[in-house]
């Protein structure tokens, strides 16, 4: 079992910055893969980046691209979701989420942290 505890949401204006931080604990995470997924009112959930926690190579969904970044601490077993320029269409809640790297379904979940962006 992985347990994945996110925080870091908050209010922020257009064009401002937040990082999430996805805490992980439970077992080794070498072989995972660390995602951050998002979902609006109304809208189905959405992929926005992912992580892999041997060797860190990063994915980005095309509307997230430049302007979030996804990196990962080893030794607090913390993956973070930089959140630069931020538009009002990004406010969400955002999911951490964590799968083995040979599995295509996400298995681990957070609970979800709130980011609400004002024009």
């Known amino acids: 079992q992985v347990q994945l505890v996110e925080s870091g949401g908050g209010l922020v204006q257009a064009g401002g910055s937040l990082r999430l931080s996805c805490a992980a604990s439970?077992?080794?995470?070498?072989?995972?893969?660390m995602g951050w997924f998002r979902q609006a009112p109304g809208k189905e959930r959405e992929f926005v980046g992912n992580?892999?926690?041997?060797?860190?190579?990063?994915y980005y969904a095309n509307s997230v691209k430049g302007r979030f970044t996804i990196s990962r601490d080893n030794a607090k077993n913390t993956v973070y979701l930089q959140m630069n320029s931020l538009k009002v269409e990004d406010t969400a809640v955002y999911y951490c989420a964590a799968r083995s790297s040979v599995r295509i379904t996400w298995d681990y979940w957070g609970q979800g942290t709130q980011v609400t962006v004002s024009s």
């Open positions: 439970g077992r080794p995470l070498s072989s995972y893969v």
């Open positions: 992580i892999r926690w041997s060797g860190g190579t990063t």
